[in-house]
């Protein structure tokens, strides 16, 4: 759970950066509201970590500042290649949890139902993106985004 708690706190930030960039208010509201709804979820990660007697990760204050930087980089490319980067994040978030849940054990009911709530709007976050007219990043980037997300959990799950 500290691992998808971590992935909260980036995704928050990368979400307010990219807002803070959007160039049309209809994007900015979208990536608000999908910010709005990454912070619930590290509100129930945390709870959740808490409840289980785990602790916070302690490179959580650089995963926001970094993700916040990037998505405000994001957000000056344009709109299009924000949301291409949310879809692209999304799809990725989504194997990720699927990862953990697939994990996790049966007996743990709460942490599931909360996993499988985050899959299900983070789907949704990456359908919006489409939705909103999303540009398709290049592989290139997509691959660099595969690696810095598996060493941000890499590091959230081993310290």
């Not at 998808?4 to 990368?14: D, I, K, P």
């Not at 697939?102 to 709530?117: G, P």
Request: net charge negative.
């Amino acid at each position: 759970m500290r691992v998808n708690a971590s992935g909260e706190v980036a995704a928050q930030a990368l979400y307010r950066g990219q807002a803070f960039f959007a160039k049309s208010d209809k994007v900015k509201k979208h990536l608000l509201k999908a910010g709005d709804e990454e912070h619930q979820h590290l509100v129930w990660c945390s709870k959740r970590l808490d409840e289980l007697g785990g602790k916070n990760q302690p490179f959580d204050p650089f995963y926001l500042c970094g993700s916040f930087a990037l998505g405000s980089i994001a957000g000056l490319i344009s709109d299009k290649a924000s949301l291409g980067f949310i879809e692209e994040t999304e799809k990725q978030v989504v194997e990720h949890l699927q990862g953990h849940l697939d994990e996790m054990s049966v007996n743990d009911k709460e942490s599931r139902k909360i996993l499988q709530k985050m899959i299900d709007e983070e789907e949704a976050h990456g359908q919006e993106a489409k939705d909103f007219g999303s540009e398709e990043l290049p592989e290139a980037i997509k691959v660099l985004m595969k690696v810095t997300a598996k060493s941000m959990t890499t590091l959230s799950r081993y310290l």
